[in-house]
């Protein structure tokens, strides 16, 4: 057996691991024959896609249909004179989530990345390019400047008052009274009826309202499956596997029948209530049991240790369970949100005018007869754009409640 001595030791290089763009393609996309065939033969197939549909859409597609009808698209059929209140509400909406941005990014050394101004500078860019947004550029481009600048404030006032993100939350809880206010009118604002909301505006409306309702009611409901109490944990149970098996078309139509029945006639909610609160009951049935996989992923350790140092059981589910349960089920509750989200495109079966609704109203026009592929592929953009921006939002809340060593 021979050993190694310090002569040849030192003649020997270490491989070198090449970092490098053309590296990493060989190495896993051209590694052998039959990869490098695989990749020719995906690369060639959604090469030619995307082809197709950019010749299409140059070419073929006939898009007058989308900046003829986008206030339809945005708000439906909302008096054109009272827009100055939607603007005003998406000011808010921009300024809050500017300060939540520079709360949550208080502690990193550049909050402006190259990234970040590259993407800022594609939205200025879209807005100030896209037909449709190009009228509305004068108002457009101040909500990024706005988000921006109270990026730039809040993390600053995150840095002086580190307890600041309560107060953050607390706005954006009255921020949704405000959007009542600003939408419905009232208290010095002429009204409006909720049969003129409409569009995405309405979409948007439902889906965070049947977020806000359904959350609790589903927190409430998976603690019951997991209850000592007989009674509650079958009641919670039944309502859950109840609801489980009903779709939620049937949901939809139930609520805008049955709801008015257990009301007095002059009280009976009108029909986008009755829609809101068909959504949360029916959504907090399947987050409960998202909730329940986290409850049951903490491990029991940490009831007894709690227990141990003597905090009794709502302290403990409060303090040591549920942060825990919750922050497990941020992927699945996240996921429930964008269904709920999508949703709300069944509203336009029961007569509300949401997004998809007022898309199908336009492609009723004989004017746009056949503008299916335009209308529709527009609308599956904005679709796309919130959806993944809820998934963003759930992976950076993930990375900042990461606490794994």
């Known amino acids: 057996m021979t050993s190694a001595t310090p002569d040849s030791l030192s003649s020997a290089r270490p491989d070198v691991l090449a970092l490098g763009p053309v590296a990493w393609a060989k190495k896993n996309l051209f590694s052998d024959w039959f990869n490098s065939l695989l990749t020719i033969v ?7 896609g995307i082809f197709r549909l950019v010749f299409w859409a140059l070419t073929v597609a006939q898009w007058q249909v989308i900046p003829n009808n986008f206030g339809l698209f945005m708000t439906g059929t909302f008096p054109s004179g009272l827009y100055p209140r939607i603007w005003a509400l998406l000011a808010v ?6 300060l939540s941005w520079g ?16 993407g800022l500078g594609s939205i200025c860019a879209f807005i100030v390019l896209f037909p449709p947004t190009r009228p509305s550029s004068l108002q457009l481009l101040p909500m990024v400047a706005l988000v921006a600048g109270a990026a730039a404030a809040g993390r600053q006032i995150g840095r002086k008052f580190p307890g600041v993100g309560k107060g953050i939350s607390l706005a954006w809880f009255l921020s949704y009274f405000v959007a009542l206010w600003l939408l419905g009118g009232g208290f010095g604002l002429t009204k409006v009826s909720t049969n003129d909301w409409g569009g995405l505006v309405l979409t948007l409306f439902t889906a965070v309202s049947g ?4 959350f609790p009611l589903g927190l409430l409901l998976a603690l019951g499956r997991r209850s000592a109490l007989p009674v509650v944990r079958w009641l919670a149970t039944a309502y859950i596997e109840l609801v489980r098996g009903v779709p939620l078309v049937a949901f939809l139509f139930m609520g805008q029948v049955m709801i008015p029945l257990f009301l007095p006639i002059g009280s009976r909610p009108d029909r986008i209530l009755r829609a809101v609160i068909a959504l949360a009951l029916f959504s907090a049935a399947y987050l409960a049991e998202n909730v329940r996989a986290g409850l049951q992923a903490v491990p029991r350790g940490q009831r007894e240790a709690a227990m141990s140092l003597g905090l009794n059981t709502p302290a403990t589910l409060g303090l040591i369970i549920l942060p825990q349960a919750l922050k497990i089920a941020i992927p699945a509750i996240v996921g429930q949100f964008i269904s709920l989200f999508q949703d709300t495109t069944l ?6 005018a949401e997004l998809l609704g007022i898309g199908k109203s336009i492609l009723a026009n004989p004017a746009y007869l056949g503008r299916y592929a335009e209308v529709y592929l527009f609308l599956a953009v904005i679709y796309w754009f919130f959806c993944y921006a809820m998934s963003l939002a759930s992976r950076k809340i993930e990375e900042k409640l990461n606490t794994e060593h």
């Not at 977020?211 to 359904?214: F, P, R, T």
């Not at 509203?347 to 509300?352: E, Q, R, W, Y």
């Open 42 to 48: 995906i690369v060639g197939i959604f090469g030619w």
């Open 93 to 98: 909406i921009c300024g809050l989530a500017g």
């Open 103 to 118: 709360v949550l990014g208080r502690n990193v050394s550049t909050l402006f990345s190259r990234n970040v101004l590259i």
């Open 211 to 214: 977020i806000v309702l359904c």
């Open 347 to 352: 509203l336009s079966i029961v007569g509300l």
